[in-house]
């Protein structure tokens, strides 16, 4: 089993920034690709960052590169989530999750899931 607890949400203005954090543990952390997800009230759960076991790949969604970077220290056994000029549309819930093998931007993918941490942005 896979533990991940998420932190570094809040609300802050449009163009604002936050980082982002998830804290594994139970697991090698370095055995595992980590990924971003989001997801809006009343929309789907939306892909949003990647990043393969040793952090020499990443991939964003199209919708947040330019302004998010993800990225993990395995000695920390944490995932980075930061994200800059943030917009209203980037308000979710956003979550953290864990699978073996390679990066994916698919969910079901992903066998361990934090319980989200809300990003508000204001506009």
Not at 34 to 62: C, H
Not at 92 to 102: D, M, N
């Amino acid at each position: 089993q896979v533990q991940l607890i998420e932190s570094g949400g809040g609300l802050v203005h449009a163009g604002g920034s936050l980082r982002l954090s998830c804290a594994a543990s139970g697991r090698t952390f370095s055995n595992y690709a980590m990924g971003w997800f989001r997801q809006a009230p009343g929309k789907e759960r939306e892909f949003v960052g990647t990043i393969s076991r040793i952090g020499f790949v990443t991939n964003l969604a199209d919708s947040v590169k330019g302004r998010f970077t993800i990225s993990r220290d395995n000695a920390e056994n944490t995932v980075y989530l930061q994200m800059n000029n943030l917009k209203p549309e980037d308000t979710a819930v956003y979550y953290c999750a864990a699978k073996g093998s390679g990066s994916s931007s698919v969910d079901y993918e992903y066998n361990y899931w934090g319980q989200g941490t809300q990003v508000t942005v204001s506009s």
